[in-house]
Structure formats: structure tokens, C-alpha cells
């Protein structure tokens, strides 16, 4: 699949999904006041990827499709490595100067760190290790927006 642009992040969202605020099922979260600016934000930095004066610093080819895909499912292997992903994220975070605090890249880091560090995880039974590297092509090869929630927005 590589990258998604943010029209079709957008379109992604709308998929039925059940999600209650309020008492109250929200049908449609690009649309729903409580939610449609942070849907947009999103968006703009998707879009940000196919930026061509960016491109090369948001992405990176796949190690099994050859698409572009978001430099934050990288798997370290070199300082180099980790200075472009950190400079990936600074992009992200200047343009919303730093108050989108549930961008993409945090949850896609945080799985990429697990996946490389699998056989940690699977020493006693190799399942574990295997699902998480399947989980996570999984997440890279479809450009999975992820988040935690801590509390209601």
C-alpha cells in the first residue's frame, strides 16, 4: 500500500466504526465537531509524506514491497538510522508545534521497538516473537494510524 495520503486517512475513518462520546454514538468522526479538527490535523500530516521536498525525510522504502512507507515503522539499524527517524518526528511535531499528542509516530515506534527486540519477547516460545514481527509488517504495510487513550478528549 505504502503511504496513505490524508484524503484517503479520511476515508479510512469512515467505516462504521462504534464509537461513543457523550452517551451518544459518533457516526462519523471527520464530521463530528468533537472530532473533525483532530481528524484534519491527522490528515495534514499524512499529506505531509507525499510532499516531494519531503518525501525523502518522512519515508523510507520497505523491506518487502519497495513502497514508501512512514520512516517511523523503521527498525534501527545504525545512529543514521535514528537521527532520520528523530528528524521524522521533529517535522511532525514543528508543524503542529508540538500539541498533536497523539500523532501517528509515537504507537508506530513503540511497536516498531517491540518488533525489534522480538526474540526478547518469544525466548521461551517463538509464537510471541513471530507475532510480533507479523504485526507489525502488518501495521507498516498498511500505514496503521495508531493511539493510546488515556482519557476522553
Known amino acids: 500500500m505504502g503511504v496513505r495520503t490524508g484524503k484517503e486517512l479520511l476515508e479510512s475513518l469512515r467505516d462504521d466504526r462504534q464509537l461513543f462520546i457523550d452517551g451518544e454514538r459518533v457516526r462519523d468522526v471527520t464530521v ?3 472530532f473533525a ?3 484534519r490535523s491527522l490528515a495534514a500530516l499524512y499529506d505531509m509524506q507525499h510532499d516531494t521536498a519531503l518525501t525523502e525525510r518522512m519515508t523510507f522504502r520497505s523491506p518487502t514491497s519497495g513502497e ?6 523503521i527498525e534501527p539499524h545504525s545512529i543514521d538510522d535514528l ?6 518526528v521533529k517535522i511532525w511535531m514543528d508543524a503542529s508545534c508540538g500539541m498533536f ?3 501517528p509516530d509515537f504507537m508506530n515506534i ?6 525489534s527486540a522480538a526474540d526478547e519477547f518469544g525466548h521461551k516460545d517463538k509464537r510471541f516473537a513471530e507475532n510480533l514481527r507479523d504485526y507489525h509488517a ?3 504495510e498498511n500505514d496503521i494510524c495508531m493511539t493510546h487513550t ?4
Open 32 to 34: 463530528d465537531p468533537r
Open 37 to 39: 479538527e483532530a481528524t
Open 68 to 73: 514508501r512507507i512512514g520512516l517511523s515503522f
Open 83 to 88: 537521527i532520520r527517524r528523530r528528524d521524522m
Open 101 to 103: 499528542g497523539r500523532s
Open 110 to 115: 513503540f511497536v516498531t521497538a517491540f518488533a
Open 138 to 140: 502488518y501495521i507498516r
Open 150 to 153: 488515556l482519557v476522553n478528549p
